[in-house]
């Protein structure tokens, strides 16, 4: 099994960043995808982001590394550090927009959904202000 944790979120104004940590246990951690997702009260959970593991072999349709939902895509960068078990998101120029709950999760197969990942952290809350 895999945990995650985030950590990072909190209140930033408009135009400002965030960064985003997900630390996960396993020994397998490398092998998995790991992607963000965020949710705001009432709405579904939307994907933001993804990052390839380094034993999968599902690819996107360009064979990139990472993936991002059009509406961050500029904005947000996901990187992740095996030696640490861990995975970041790197949040700039904030939209108010952006103001959700923002979760980790890993997956064995390469789909922006939520239905493909299996594991789930707790989620941290960022709040952008006008």
């Known amino acids: 099994q895999v945990q995650l944790v985030e950590s990072g979120g909190g209140l930033v104004q408009a135009g400002g960043s965030l960064r985003l940590s997900c630390a996960a246990s396993?020994?397998?951690?490398?092998?998995?995808?790991m992607g963000w997702f965020r949710q705001v009260p009432g709405k579904e959970r939307e994907f933001v982001g993804a990052?390839?593991?380094?034993?999968?072999?599902?690819?996107?349709?360009?064979?990139?590394?990472?993936s991002y939902a059009d509406s961050v895509k500029g904005r947000f960068t996901i990187s992740r550090d095996n030696a640490k078990n861990t995975v970041y998101l790197q949040m700039d120029s904030l939209k108010p927009e952006d103001t959700a709950v923002y979760y980790c999760?890993?997956?064995?197969?390469?789909?922006?959904?939520?239905?493909?990942?299996?594991?789930w952290g707790q989620g941290t809350q960022v709040t952008v202000s006008s």
């Open positions: 396993g020994r397998t951690f490398s092998s998995f995808h």
């Open positions: 990052i390839r593991g380094s034993g999968a072999i599902a690819i996107n349709r360009n064979g990139a590394r990472t």
């Open positions: 999760a890993a997956s064995k197969f390469w789909v922006p959904t939520t239905s493909a990942y299996d594991y």
